[in-house]
């Protein structure tokens, strides 16, 4: 199941962006969808950043 989800740390390691970024996305309703675990720690489900990240696919220039 742990393969299921990524750590916070790995989303900002994937994307190579600050945890502010991350954050700023998060408060403009542009992160992809958390979990928040008992011990405050944050998970983003595989095919939710799988999803997130094609839908800011950017068409190619005819």
Same mark, same amino acid.
């Given at each position: 199941?742990?393969? #299921?989800?990524? +750590?916070? @740390?790995?989303?900002? @390691?994937?994307?190579?962006?600050?945890?502010? +970024? =991350?954050?700023? !996305?998060? %408060?403009?309703?542009?992160? $992809?969808? +958390?979990?928040?675990? $008992? #011990?405050? &720690?944050?998970?983003?489900?595989? +095919?939710? =950043?799988? %999803? !997130?990240?094609?839908?800011?696919?950017? $068409? &190619? %220039? @005819?």
């Amino acid at each position: 199941m742990a393969r #299921n989800f990524l +750590t916070l @740390a790995d989303f900002l @390691a994937e994307l190579d962006v600050p945890k502010s +970024t =991350f954050f700023r !996305w998060k %408060a403009l309703g542009e992160a $992809p969808r +958390t979990y928040k675990l $008992p #011990n405050g &720690q944050l998970r983003i489900r595989r +095919t939710d =950043f799988d %999803a !997130w990240l094609s839908s800011r696919e950017e $068409p &190619q %220039a @005819a």
